[in-house]
């Protein structure tokens, strides 16, 4: 039963990493480059963070890192919008302190879970944006984005 208890234990640590995650990942909501966003082929407007990420659609591969460019760490979020447009969102670590964790904690996830970096990344994005739906089809009767 050892094993049992194990990925119990790794279970558990995933949930934690990712509520820790998902809640500091809501810092880029501030930054005023990135929202709001504007699809360039249809012309609608994301207002926030948690605008685009319930109003898009998730891709294959929705989220990357996308390596070390001039010092700088860059993560894309790749979603697309109602009219099949992908928009991009690049988060650096200027935006985002500790986005260099995160995927350190991915990493490990992985490493311990014996899964893909990438299939850590889709559940990630997966519960990102149920809580995010969740949090919305309870305000939306009172408040709009
Ligand atoms: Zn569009």
């Not at 605008?51 to 929705?62: G, L, M, R, V």
Request: hydrophobic share 35%.
């Amino acid at each position: 039963m050892e094993e049992e208890t194990e990925s119990r234990v790794a279970e558990r640590t995933r949930e934690m990493v990712f509520k820790d995650f998902i809640q500091q990942f809501s810092l880029i909501n501030n930054d005023k480059d990135l929202f709001p966003k504007k699809c360039r082929t249809c012309g609608k407007k994301y207002e926030s963070l948690y605008h685009y990420i319930y109003d898009t659609e998730a891709k294959a591969q929705s989220m990357e890192d996308a390596g070390e460019i001039m010092g700088k760490s860059f993560t894309m979020i790749y979603r697309n919008c109602s009219c099949g447009n992908t928009l991009v969102v690049s988060v650096t670590d200027e935006i985002l302190p500790s986005i260099k964790d995160f995927w350190k904690a991915v990493r490990r996830l992985a490493d311990k879970s014996n899964m893909p970096v990438k299939e850590i990344v889709t559940s990630f994005i997966d519960e990102w944006e149920r809580q995010i739906r969740n949090h919305f089809n309870c305000v939306q009767r009172r408040t709009r984005f």
